[in-house]
């Protein structure tokens, strides 16, 4: 199963290293990234971007670099159709282009690039919902599991012989089955959301209307880091809601210490997750947030739910 996984791994950065991604624009005099910015945004122009900027900030930008750059060439965003760019690898083809695609179709209907962000991600999650059931209900077995595995570890504490290690194990996996328990399937989702994330942050990036668009006021290209130190202290509301939703999220998700010595404590995994979040979220765009939100909090409900079908199912003796 470990093989497996690694082999997955390997194909995912393959697909990432080797395929078509967002391209920062550089100014050819002094080789540095162009950015355009202003007291609440900032942000790298791409020299890829699949359609037209609407912003006369951007639109004046860009055109000083037409040579590198010739944005009256690109559809406008509005009219943006996956074959109108060409082809540049697997992963934008596959990935962000139906993205991007997606996010201004959805837009035409809902008319504002923060909701449709919010839906597709909802939409994104319940598509996957089968999948990740399965990790939520299996968080709920080993919350089950718990005092059967306390008593395993009573049971060969202090015992480091190889055969009481070998012993250990079996009985370990013994009490996987009988809980239905698969270590590795909660890795399964990580593989799904992770390109999905990065897919999201070059939509983002790549179509310029979607960070050019406003949600309550709030920039969808801004980040909290630059809106804040610029004095617009009501971009910490997002910052928040992110490391909010994520403590949720994990508070939920605890589960019992692995049972193997050495082991790392997953739920020790967890918080430093959050505190990773809190710290990375000041730099994640307002759209690219947004996204985060929604989808942690499906994750919440979907927890939720089957704490109640575990909860259903004790109490009936199933």
């Known amino acids: 199963m470990k093989n497996k996984i690694k082999k997955v791994l390997v194909i995912f950065l393959l697909v990432f290293i080797l395929t ?25 122009l791409n020299e890829n971007i699949l359609c037209q900027p609407t912003d006369k900030g951007l639109v004046k930008k860009y055109n000083k670099y037409k040579k590198q750059i010739d944005i009256s060439k690109l559809p ?41 962000i919010i839906i597709l991600g909802l939409l994104i999650r319940l598509i996957l919902a089968p999948f990740t059931q399965k990790t939520a209900m299996q968080s709920e ?5 718990q005092p059967e595995m306390d008593r395993l570890n009573k049971k060969y504490e202090g015992k480091n012989d190889q055969e009481s290690l070998q012993k250990k194990s079996m009985e370990t996996m013994q009490l996987y ?11 399964l989702f990580g593989f799904i959301q992770i390109p999905l994330l990065i897919a999201f942050y070059e939509a983002i990036n790549r179509v310029p209307v979607i960070f050019e668009g406003k949600l309550f006021g709030l920039i ?30 994990q508070k939920l998700n605890k589960t019992a210490p692995t049972p193997q010595k050495g082991d790392v ?4 995994m967890g918080n430093m997750l959050v505190i990773m979040v809190a710290i990375m979220s000041i730099n994640f765009s307002i759209a690219l947030s947004l996204y985060w939100i929604a989808s942690t909090c499906f994750t919440i409900v979907q927890n939720l739910i ?11 003796g199933v």
């Open 20 to 44: 078509g991604c967002a391209t920062a624009l550089k100014d050819k005099k002094t080789n540095k990234v162009v950015y355009y910015e202003n007291d609440k945004v900032k942000i790298v």
């Open 76 to 116: 406008k965003c509005e009219d943006f159709r996956i074959k109108d760019t060409k082809y540049d690898g697997i992963w934008e083809t596959l990935f962000v282009k139906p993205l991007a695609w997606l996010i201004v179709r959805i837009n035409k209907v809902i008319k504002n690039y923060g909701f449709t």
């Open 141 to 145: 077995n080993m919350k089950a599991m």
């Open 177 to 187: 089955k009988k809980y239905g328990i698969n270590p590795f399937s909660s890795c």
């Open 220 to 249: 969808l290209g801004s980040t909290p880091l630059k809106a804040i130190t610029s004095g617009h202290y009501e971009y910490i509301i997002i910052v928040i809601l992110i490391v909010g939703t994520t403590f949720i999220q």
């Open 265 to 268: 404590n997953p739920n020790m």
């Open 306 to 316: 089957a704490k109640q079908i575990k909860k259903s199912k004790d109490s009936k």
